[in-house]
């Protein structure tokens, strides 16, 4: 659970408090004046890297609601720095706060501007966290969390007036809308219970006079007005305050509030700063008074922790993958043993297999070389098979060739099927056309021939003539061919 430093603030002490799982613990009490800010200072430069939540209580403050047309961006910016400025000219500590559209023909847009008007009581305060580096989250006011406060509580947030009791007053302040658009500081001169319900009763009724000539609420408007007190203060508060006219007053008790809001720390006294002290803490608003340049150092220190908590965000994740790489490895590392062990297994087993099994005749390494002398017998083997198919084709394609004989030659380097074949003795050019068919299916079926005696007579001085071709006087000519061919695996 975090641990969060409040400042409280009033006219007339700085209350320092911690809060810690729903429990407000005081840690110190600084009156105005040097001695009390020189303990200030001391209290900072011993805790340097605390950030401070400030909650202001002062009678010194200003509320104005202003009707702005519809705008967004830069130009509403311009427009409600210069409203801040006509209104609040003299303090940096402003803020605008938007209440919501008016619903008509231009949806107009109603606009809180509130400011603390007195910086000269925060001042010297906040020049000690200067000198001290001590980051400033953020100064905040009493109406802005008097809104939080009336929804716990379950009062009518369309109109209701919450008076609180503090130590030096009684503050007021008008809900409308589920945000305080008005609130003051009044003092409380009897701290008795007869005198502070005369004093509630009293002042709820100038208070609303006042709010009905400022237009705030019609004069015929049912106003609530909610006091909370203690509850021995209860009985007092609901005689002192009968509902008169357009005021309906519903008393609520401080023990009871501080326990519906979650506050574990129950009040000790007659008042309520416990309760607004928990909300800034547990419901901060989104909207505080001090400048950006004020913030800086702030800032800073979130963009720090920021940067931490990203570092060890990514260190975590460096670990989360480390480890998880560490795991992979431990079982890669399991997985490879495990298959060594089996190996071995295997290779034990098949140890004893190969004992059992009867001795080859010779040694292996002659054994190796009859291996490797019958591959190389048979790397060296060749038949003709392959050219006697493809004569057979030959001679299918050729039927006019008659096949008289074959030879076959092998050695070392290839070999070679001889044939001699015959021709029907006809004329010259039908015997040279039935040996060029030969040739042709012999190629085919990829053999080389090569023409050893030719069946007809070609020398060159000697002319080719059909007309001479008697058959009675020719013998059948004949060819003689030697084949080589090429084994294919």
């Not at 009490?29 to 909650?55: K, R």
């Amino acid at each position: 659970m975090t641990t969060r430093h409040l400042v409280l603030l009033d006219a007339h002490a700085l209350t320092l408090y911690v809060w810690q799982r729903a429990q407000l613990t005081l840690v110190q009490q600084f009156a105005p004046g040097e001695a009390g800010q020189a303990a200030w200072l001391a209290w900072l430069q011993a805790h340097p890297d605390c950030e401070l939540l400030w909650l202001a209580n002062l009678a010194e403050e200003g509320f104005h609601v202003e009707t702005l047309p519809y705008l967004r961006g830069r130009d509403r910016d311009t427009v409600l720095a210069r409203k801040l400025a006509q209104h609040f000219f003299n303090t940096p500590l402003t803020l605008a706060q938007s209440l919501g559209h008016l619903h008509g023909h231009r949806k107009e847009e109603r606009v809180l501007l509130a400011a603390l008007t007195q910086p000269a009581l925060l001042e010297p305060w906040l020049n000690a966290m200067r000198n001290a580096r001590t980051p400033l989250a953020g100064i905040y006011t009493l109406p802005q969390l008097t809104g939080r406060l009336c929804h716990l509580l379950e009062l009518p947030a369309d109109s209701c007036l919450l008076l609180t009791l503090h130590p030096h007053g009684l503050r007021e302040s008008l809900v409308m809308g589920g945000e305080a658009v008005f609130s003051r500081l009044t003092p409380l001169p009897d701290s008795s219970i007869a005198g502070m319900a005369a004093s509630i009763a009293s002042e709820a009724h100038k208070l609303h006079q006042y709010l009905c000539s400022q237009r705030y609420i019609a004069r015929d408007e049912v106003l609530t007005v909610c006091p909370l007190v203690p509850r021995q203060a209860r009985a007092a508060v609901e005689a002192a305050c009968p509902d008169i006219g357009p005021l309906r007053f519903r008393i609520a008790d401080l023990e009871a509030a501080a326990q519906r809001i979650g506050l574990a720390t129950p009040p000790t006294a007659v008042y309520a700063d416990l309760l607004f002290l928990h909300l800034l803490a547990t419901r901060r608003p989104r909207q505080q008074f001090a400048p950006a340049p004020w913030r800086h150092a702030h800032r800073i220190a979130r963009l720090r922790y920021g940067l931490v908590a990203g570092g060890l965000t990514i260190l975590c994740a460096g670990l989360l993958w480390l480890g998880r790489e560490i795991l992979i490895a431990h079982q890669l590392r399991a997985e490879t043993a495990h298959m060594a062990t089996l190996a071995a297994r295997q290779h034990a087993e098949f140890a004893r297999l190969a004992q059992q099994l009867p001795g080859p005749a010779q040694d292996p390494e002659t054994l190796r070389q009859l291996l490797a002398d019958y591959d190389a017998l048979r790397r060296q083997q060749d038949t003709p098979c392959r050219a006697m198919r493809a004569l057979s084709h030959a001679l299918d394609a050729a039927p006019a060739v008659r096949l008289e004989r074959l030879h076959w030659e092998c050695d070392r380097q290839r070999s070679s099927l001889e044939v001699e074949g015959s021709l029907p003795a006809t004329e010259p050019r039908l015997l040279r056309q039935h040996f060029e068919q030969l040739m042709r299916a012999l190629a085919a079926h990829g053999i080389r021939a090569d023409i050893l005696t030719h069946p007809i007579d070609i020398a060159s001085d000697k002319p080719l003539r059909g007309g001479d071709f008697e058959p009675s006087e020719t013998s059948p000519p004949v060819f003689k061919l030697r084949l080589y061919w090429e084994d294919r695996p």
